[in-house]
């Protein structure tokens, strides 16, 4: 306990003055999709994670690090009430401004701030709960205690969905192997020694709990979860030769070797009595 205990003091929460305007604005998924439709329209990764929720008329949405708060609306729009948190107050201010705006919308929505690992809400109350592109920056100890909040404001047959990036995996094994051969054909300067750094500079700063598929199981299952998780990537919409598009197919297609370069990670679990 002490070791532990230990562990968590020097593994402090990422301070929320990191999370700035231009961090929601330049950096976080789906932040192009959102400067352009001032939140109507979806990245094709919180697109494809939003589907899993099978969000319908009626239901109570829980959105856990609501960041700009475009799920939100989208929740309400389908009839659903829809509440997000965030810890950081430029999130909250963000969300605010979006649900303020948002028009025909049966759904009722709501923000605050709060943190994650102490939900303001009783127990039982939300038929879905939302965890898009929040668990890279938490600690597993954060993570953890998120989960069993998570688990105990969700009804019996509630779900969780999860979409997380990277997949450590792909960071610790894929990406120096895709470095080199990159430096190779001469595009190195694109890719940096640190795959944190990878598109963007700023998640060296806010990343501290990238997982693998294998341990975003584990770690569902230790906080009372059981459910599905499976990797996925984005299309790259790159143009490259022949002989490298053939060796992307066969690498994000065929495992073992899918394991180690898909780049994104899904979930979707129940409580588990």
Not at 224 to 238: E, I
């Amino acid at each position: 306990m002490a070791r532990q205990q230990d562990t968590e003091q020097l593994e402090k929460p990422v301070s929320p003055d990191l999370y700035t305007e231009q961090y929601f604005l330049t950096a976080c998924e789906g932040y192009d999709e959102f400067v352009a439709s001032e939140g109507e329209h979806l990245s094709r990764r919180l697109s494809a994670a939003f589907a899993l929720a099978s969000v319908e008329k009626g239901m109570k949405v829980l959105d856990v690090g609501c960041g700009r708060g475009e799920i939100l609306r989208h929740c309400a729009r389908l009839g659903a009430d829809a509440y997000g948190i965030d810890y950081a107050p430029v999130a909250v201010n963000l969300t605010r401004e979006v649900i303020d705006n948002t028009t025909s919308a049966s759904g009722q929505t709501g923000v605050g701030q709060a943190d994650a690992k102490k939900l303001p809400f009783p127990t039982g109350v939300f038929d879905r709960a939302l965890l898009f592109d929040v668990v890279e920056h938490l600690h597993p100890w954060e993570l953890h205690e998120a989960l069993l909040e998570i688990r105990r404001v969700l009804k019996p047959e509630g779900k969780l969905i999860i979409h997380t990036a990277p997949n450590v995996w792909y960071d610790r094994y894929a990406y120096p192997l895709v470095r080199t051969f990159r430096i190779l054909i001469g595009q190195g300067a694109k890719y940096p020694a640190n795959p944190r750094e990878f598109l963007v500079d700023h998640n060296q700063h806010v990343h501290v709990n990238e997982q693998s598929m294998m341990s975003l199981q584990h770690t569902l299952r230790k906080a009372g979860f059981r459910g599905k998780v499976w990797l996925d990537s984005p299309p790259q919409g790159r143009q490259n030769p022949i002989l490298i598009d053939a060796l992307r197919s066969a690498m994000f297609k065929l495992p073992p070797f899918r394991w180690f370069f898909e780049r994104e990670v899904f979930a979707v679990a129940s409580k588990h009595e």
